[in-house]
């Protein structure tokens, strides 16, 4: 059982992540006058309509907020690529940070500006946990995913390609998760306000867990499985290059 958990961290920590994606898109939303924390099209939207209107007080605040996410993925890639971070862990506490310093915010500040360590926190998790077993997966909105579920059980119909199955199930798991942890950051909104931006400590906390239980030693394979491991990730490191192709 630790065998098969073990080969399915890596998908299980992204819905994992993907949860608290959905977390904080909701906890966003619901607290900071439907300002999306969590990507930038509606951010450019809105910062178009200020600009139009005149308004450049509120310009500039988006214009901040459109900075504040870009560097979180600047950062990201740098760390991942000049450190040697454990990157998957330190996600866990930047989304904390996040999280914390948001719902300390004092009230009557602007929905935007409140919104800043979220913009932070849900981009740098993006760059830390954007796919899994060799799929393109953003953790932290849904869009794609939901396109890439679809077309995944359509070929699956059509081919009956054990591989589109398995793409599919990843991709509509990938969905609901992102949809459950936009139901629990309801819930703790309108249970606790913004102090419910704690209960994403839960799935933060649950994703420490799965990494842990992910590095305790299990016995050596027979060479059989060890063979299977090493075909399935070339096959892994296949999908991903075509993926990144696409």
Known sequence: MRRIFQKELDMILHWNLTLVGGFLGTYAILLHAGNFGSAQTGNVMEMAAALTGKNFAEV??????????????????????????DMRKLVLWVDAAGLTVTAMMPEGMSAVVSLYPIFFCSAFQWGS??????????????????????????????????????????????????????????????????????????????????????????????????????????????????????
């Open 60 to 85: 500039g605040i988006r214009f901040l907020a459109f900075l504040i996410f870009g560097s979180a993925i600047v950062i990201s890639y740098l760390l991942t690529n000049f450190t040697k971070l």
């Open 129 to 246: 946990y954007s796919g899994a077993s060799g799929y393109n997966s953003a953790s932290i909105f849904t869009t794609n995913n939901f396109k890439q579920s679809l077309l995944a059980w359509t070929q699956f119909v059509l081919t009956k390609d054990p591989e589109f199955r398995r793409k599919g199930i990843m991709y509509t798991m990938t969905v609901l998760s992102f949809f459950v942890g936009a139901c629990i950051g309801c819930v703790s909104v309108y249970t606790y306000g913004a102090y419910g931006a704690f209960i994403g400590f839960v799935p933060l906390i649950v994703a420490r867990l799965f990494m842990y239980i992910g590095k305790i030693p299990v016995e050596n394979g027979t060479p059989e499985e060890t063979e299977e491991e090493a075909k399935e990730a070339l096959e892994e490191a296949n999908l991903l290059e075509n993926d990144q192709k696409l």
